[in-house]
């Protein structure tokens, strides 16, 4: 059951891509809420393609009582907010929050966007992998090629599309200028530990492991956590030597400003050799409205909006249209 006794307030609302956002899905639309619990507030962004219930279900669960992870953060997030608005204070005060990568967009432009990595600095480059992997190929070669001469890195995210002879001809026909530029592979196919393990021996990749980390032991050299879908703290204390890459969920900026909240608090208590480079600027990959609009991402590094406390954009929340769920 819910440990408050405030009534809480919902407000829905659908963010629109201009492409699929990963190889898992290929909509377009992303149904979520905002809740609103006293005077702070959360976000629940669900992806029912990686199991989660949909929004509908969700809320129904809440107004019951009945707690999924989604909404047990969501929950925590509200809570946590309401108490730095209340104390008139921004949950970012003397709290740095760590670098991201650039979160490439296929909808968009090919060269604005390679303009603006370059010109402001970006460590790194995440795209998003597909079961055509010869695309993706030609993708970071591209990325290699245009970026020549600058430090630029590249990630890339399978989303576990791949078999694993499928991977391995990815980067057996990878052009050595691309692969030299390889920071690190995320879930590129189903996890099991001895053939990720075998594929970073005989390749000498970093992979990162999202999918299949509950019961993950070997053959990972990093573990992304979605701060909006499960506590980094417990994932820390599972893996106490690998790496974690914070992100956000691809969800609201409420929700993206919650998981950069959680991805400062984990760089401050965890320190460098903890928290690699996150994936915290994701706001661009929807069509913007006022909340993003709030968001400054330049170089990497996220610059909350701080109107009202808290997680901000004050202002903003209290002029949506608010129902109470329960």
């Excluded at 492409?19 to 992806?47: C, E, K, Q």
């Excluded at 390679?114 to 990325?143: N, Q, Y």
């Excluded at 903890?274 to 610059?303: E, K, V, Y």
């Amino acid at each position: 059951m819910i440990a408050t006794d405030e009534p809480i307030h919902v407000h829905e609302y659908v963010l629109q891509s201009g492409s699929p956002l990963n190889s898992a899905s290929t909509r377009r639309h992303f149904p979520g809420a905002l809740i609103r619990v006293g005077d702070g507030y959360g976000a629940v962004h669900p992806w029912p393609e990686f199991g989660d219930d949909p929004i509908e279900v969700q809320l129904e669960k809440l107004a019951a009582g009945q707690l999924t992870p989604q909404t047990d953060l969501a929950m925590q997030c509200a809570l946590e907010d309401g108490a730095a608005r209340r104390a008139g204070a921004s949950l970012f005060a003397d709290l740095p929050v760590p670098v991201s990568h650039y979160s490439w967009s296929f909808a968009q432009d090919t060269a604005p966007q390679m303009d603006r990595v370059l010109s402001e600095g970006w460590p790194a480059i995440k795209a998003k992998g597909f079961l055509h992997w010869g695309e993706t190929l030609r993708f970071v070669e591209s990325c290699a090629s245009v970026s020549a001469g600058t430090d630029l890195m590249l990630r890339v995210d399978f989303n576990g599309c791949l078999a694993r002879a499928d991977f391995e001809r990815f980067i057996e026909f990878m052009a050595l200028k691309a692969y030299r530029r390889l920071d690190v592979i995320e879930d590129p196919f189903p996890y099991d530990a001895e053939s990720w393990k075998a594929c970073q021996d005989r390749w000498g990749l970093a992979l990162a492991l999202d999918k299949g980390w509950s019961s993950a032991t070997d053959g990972f050299d990093a573990v992304v956590v979605k701060p909006a879908r499960r506590d980094w703290r417990f994932v820390a204390e599972k893996f106490p030597d690998a790496p974690l890459i914070l992100t956000s969920a691809m969800d609201h900026p409420l929700g993206q400003t919650f998981a950069a909240y959680q991805a400062a608090l984990a760089w401050r208590d965890l320190g460098d050799s903890r928290i690699s480079l996150c994936g915290l600027c994701t706001q661009h990959l929807f069509q913007t409205d006022a909340f993003s609009d709030r968001l400054i991402t330049t170089g990497g590094q996220f610059a909350p909006d701080t109107s009202g406390g808290g997680l901000g954009f004050g202002d903003l929340l209290e002029g949506l249209p608010w129902r109470r769920l329960n």
